[in-house]
């Protein structure tokens, strides 16, 4: 079945460092890719998403790139704050739509 | 425009109880997801209803059910609860179903069972 894998963590950083998360996926099909984020005691934020191949999401400083060869979405950020510190999830949507497949999920710790 | 509201935020209950979650979308939403978030499964798929209708469900057993509103409010229901149903319990909404549609959470109802 459809399935995604996220590096593992805790990836702590510091201040202004440069971020990358991978992501890889098992899916039939083109679905669609997500990342979202989890700050503690709060739900799920949409980061950004990818609907099709080469598409490229951004927000916030944050970007991921929809690589159908290589079955990725790596996510990343050219100069991380304390503030982005939180977990990060990697989602594909499957075809039917309505259902979510999440990866393990990275918690990321920024340092000052 | 409002987000996504989850009642109650938390709850504590014994096991062999039941327990009925609730879940208002965005206001023009119409399709509703459900996920339990476990430190060690991580993200589950429950259930997802559009229009009053069931699309699409998760792999849990039969004791997990929900259902959908006309106003497309949701609730979930778990019977006999057990110590492993222990967990964050997240709603998620979208304006129609669709692998491209994007699902806004709000912020889960953690049920703690003793």
């Known amino acids: 079945g459809d399935s995604v894998t996220q590096m593992e963590g805790p990836v702590t950083l510091s201040e202004e460092a440069f971020l990358t998360i991978n992501c890889t996926y098992t899916?039939?099909?083109?679905?669609?890719l997500f990342w979202y984020v989890q700050y503690p005691g709060e739900g799920l934020q949409l980061l950004l998403k990818?609907?099709?191949?080469?598409d490229k999401g951004s927000n916030k400083g944050f970007e991921a790139t929809y690589r159908k060869e290589t079955t990725s979405f790596h996510l990343e950020k050219g100069s991380v704050q304390v503030s982005d510190s939180a977990v990060y999830f990697c989602?594909?949507?499957?075809?039917?739509?309505?259902?979510?497949?999440f990866g393990q999920g990275t918690e990321l710790s920024v340092k000052p | 425009k409002a987000g996504v509201t989850q009642t109650p935020r938390y709850l504590i209950k014994t096991r062999g109880q039941q327990v009925t979650l609730s879940c208002s979308p965005i206001?023009?939403?119409?399709?509703v997801s459900w996920y339990q978030q476990t430190p060690g499964q991580g993200l589950q798929f429950l259930f997802e209803?559009?229009?009053?209708?069931?699309?699409n469900k998760g792999n849990f057993p039969g004791r997990f059910s929900g259902r959908q509103f006309s106003n497309s409010r949701s609730e979930m229901n778990v019977s006999t609860l057990e110590l492993g149903d222990s967990a964050l319990y997240l709603c998620?909404?979208?304006?129609?179903?669709?692998?491209?549609?994007?699902?806004?959470f709000g912020p889960g109802t953690r049920l703690l069972v003793l």
């Open positions: 998620a909404s979208s304006s129609q179903p669709g692998p491209q549609e994007t699902q806004y």
């Open positions: 899916a039939t099909g083109y679905p669609s």
């Open positions: 990818a609907t099709k191949a080469d």
């Open positions: 989602a594909l949507s499957d075809l039917q739509g309505g259902k979510l497949i």
């Open positions: 206001s023009g939403h119409r399709s």
């Open positions: 209803y559009f229009s009053e209708t069931q699309r």
